[in-house]
Each structure stands twice: as structure tokens, then as C-alpha cells.
């Protein structure tokens, strides 16, 4: 990928698709959150190429990421993961899937859901945001914080202001543009 995703994704199979229509744009359903929180935490490491060919993959293994039933997975869901050659087979990041799951169930109860929780939080610097994302989540590093907040909508600059998405996404209002 060249240095801005704008000019490298528009065309690709892959990246393209992302970068047009997703990439950047405001989420409103938990579920949809979840996918990508967790998709970033799959990335870690790797390709995001990788991650997205193996995407229906995810959603296939992971109950189309529907919070609550992932919430419910025990050993023998965690073992099939494990043994799924269609997503990425790390310990971590299976555990992290199902305990991330748990913990939004809890934020489900006591905060009213992930998107009302993101935005009870926002607006907030991204230092802040990666000590909210590690007191509350497992495998949360800075990058993976900034790539989902940057990805949802939360943070700028996933798409430059020459590039046609912008324009698209600055018609939805995502969060960051909505900073008093």
C-alpha cells in the first residue's frame, strides 16, 4: 500500500470496496462494531488484505459477530476457532474475541450498548481512548485503537479531503466532524 489508503485502495478487489464504502463511515449497530473491533484486533500483525479475504470467513465463524451469542461461547466454540483454517487461528485473538463479547454484553446492561458507550466517551484524545479501550477490552493496543475509532467514524483521517469518499462520509456526520 502507497502512503495514503486513498490512493492505493480505489480499484483494488479488496481494498477498494472497503475504502469506497466503509472505511471511515459513521456505525451505528453494536454487532457492526464488534465485527470491526474485532477484525482490527485479527489485523494486528498481519495484512488488512488478509483480514478482508478472510472476512466472511469471520462473520461465518463467529456467528455473523452477533454480540450475545459470542458472549456465549464456551470450549467447544473456542476449540472450533481454533481448528477453523478460514480465519486467523491465535489463541489471543479467539480469546479476546469471546471475552470482548462479555464485556459488551456488560456495557450492553450498564451503558446501553457499544455505540452509546463510544458516544458517551467522545470526543477524547487518542492516548485517552487507548487507556479507555485497555481498562475495558483485551488485545487493545494503540494501533488497533486508533484503526477502529479512525475506521467507525470516531477519529479523522481516514480519508483525505480530495478524495470523492470524503465528501460521502462528511454527509453522514461521522463523530469526529460533530466535535464542539
Not at 4 to 11: E, F, K, T, V
Request: some cysteine.
Amino acid at each position: 500500500m502507497s502512503a495514503h489508503y486513498c490512493d492505493a485502495a480505489p480499484g483494488h478487489p479488496y481494498h477498494g470496496p472497503y475504502h469506497d464504502t466503509e472505511y471511515g463511515f459513521p456505525i451505528r449497530d453494536d454487532n457492526a462494531l464488534f465485527e470491526r473491533l474485532m477484525l482490527e484486533i485479527n489485523q494486528a500483525g498481519l495484512s488488512w488484505l488478509t483480514v478482508l479475504k478472510k472476512r466472511s470467513a469471520f462473520r461465518a465463524a463467529f456467528d455473523g459477530f452477533d454480540i450475545d451469542k459470542v458472549a456465549r461461547y464456551g470450549e467447544r466454540q473456542r476449540a472450533r476457532l481454533l481448528r477453523d483454517a478460514g480465519i486467523i487461528r491465535n489463541r489471543l485473538k479467539v480469546n479476546a474475541a469471546i471475552e470482548n463479547a462479555r464485556r459488551l454484553v456488560t456495557i450492553g446492561e450498564t451503558d446501553g450498548g457499544f455505540t452509546r458507550w463510544l458516544d458517551f466517551h467522545h470526543p477524547r484524545a487518542l492516548a485517552a481512548w487507548v487507556k479507555l479501550f485497555r481498562a475495558t477490552f483485551k488485545f487493545t493496543g494503540p494501533e488497533i485503537v486508533r484503526e477502529f475509532l479512525v475506521s467507525t467514524g470516531y477519529l479523522p483521517e481516514a480519508h483525505r479531503k480530495d478524495c470523492p469518499v470524503f465528501a460521502t462520509i462528511a454527509i453522514l456526520g461521522p463523530a469526529w466532524m460533530k466535535v464542539p
